[in-house]
């Protein structure tokens, strides 16, 4: 399902960490590998008319288009990848998501952040605009401290898919499953349920005092409810997956709000990837800015996959 690969490098050693996933993702697939770097020209700092020195221009382009040979030269050490690179010249979101349609990658791998200090928010950067223009998935993997360790394979061996019910939600599971299945991963389907009934009803307890027994069993009642309908969805997606690989299971999850209850569950349970889609119920009503998927790649310490599914919604948000 991946035989193509690109990675977006901006130069930083925060970008470049997301080399080793990617190395690994195309041993995995037998997929070749593209490093690529996009020039913004001088002028286009500047504004149309602006300041511009031809000088400079011309050198900021050489260094590079260098400095992708020496990313490939360092990368070229491993003679099982085929890897190549290309400088490109733009904005950047714009210019690599026209790359991607015109090559026809499969994924993109890049991390969330990357010049600047590692504190930086994903909102507003270039793989939010990547996010909102580009329909193949993107693998993003949080930067750490210090420079890629090339030598080091990170292991996927526990991936959690939230879905939400929706068709939009389950376009994910496609490339999540290509992904498990390459790394004999297991698969946990996550459906997160929000719990109407308090814990307590005891005031000295912290949780409010004024239900009355009446309308606290019919929240119960509600929350059974949706918590079989979850159950019974899941573990109807997670048969159908099991037809494909055995290691699948479902958990329903009674916490909001919905991306805390994510993040929450695949760090309690030990997740090596997170696999969603940017939307799923309300389509248009549902951005990506403010939406579940942008806070599970804030909050999340570990990779997240997402995709932009493709449909009625999804289409006409574009």
């Not at 496609?174 to 929000?194: C, G, N, Y």
């Amino acid at each position: 399902m991946f035989g193509s690969l690109l990675v977006p490098l901006d130069g930083s050693a925060a970008a470049e960490q997301a080399l080793p996933m990617a190395l690994s993702l195309a041993r995995r697939f037998r997929a070749a590998v593209q490093i690529v770097h996009v020039y913004v020209p001088v002028r286009g700092m500047y504004g149309e008319g602006g300041w511009c020195d031809e000088a400079i221009d011309r050198e900021m382009r050489e260094g590079g288009k260098a400095y992708l040979d020496s990313v490939v030269q360092r990368l070229a050490v491993d003679s099982d990848i085929s890897w190549s690179a290309v400088l490109l010249e733009g904005p950047v979101a714009s210019t690599i998501n026209r790359h991607v349609r015109g090559a026809g990658f499969d994924m993109i791998v890049m991390t969330t952040q990357g010049r600047g200090p590692v504190a930086r928010l994903w909102l507003g950067s270039v793989a939010d605009s990547l996010v909102r223009q580009t329909s193949i998935p993107i693998l993003f993997v949080r930067p750490q401290e210090g420079e890629a360790d090339l030598t080091k394979e990170p292991m996927i061996e526990r991936l959690h898919i939230p879905l939400d019910g929706s068709e939009l939600a389950e376009q994910i599971l496609e490339p999540a499953l290509a992904v498990a299945a390459a790394t004999q991963a297991e698969i946990t389907l996550i459906r997160v349920v929000q719990q109407l009934a308090p814990d307590s009803n005891e005031s000295d307890k912290g949780k409010v005092s004024w239900i009355r027994p009446a309308l606290l069993m019919r929240l119960k009642e509600l929350d059974r409810q949706e918590r079989a309908t979850a159950e019974e969805y899941l573990e109807r997606i997670a048969e159908q997956l099991r037809s494909r690989t055995s290691c699948v299971q479902a958990r329903v999850v009674l916490q909001v709000p919905t991306a805390t209850a994510i993040v929450d569950d695949a760090s309690t349970h030990g997740a090596d990837l997170i696999a969603l889609a940017t939307q799923g119920r309300g389509g248009l009503k549902r951005l990506l800015v403010g939406s579940v998927a942008d806070k599970v790649l804030r909050g999340a310490i570990m990779p997240v996959l997402v995709q932009r599914p493709v449909g009625e919604f999804a289409s006409a948000a574009e």
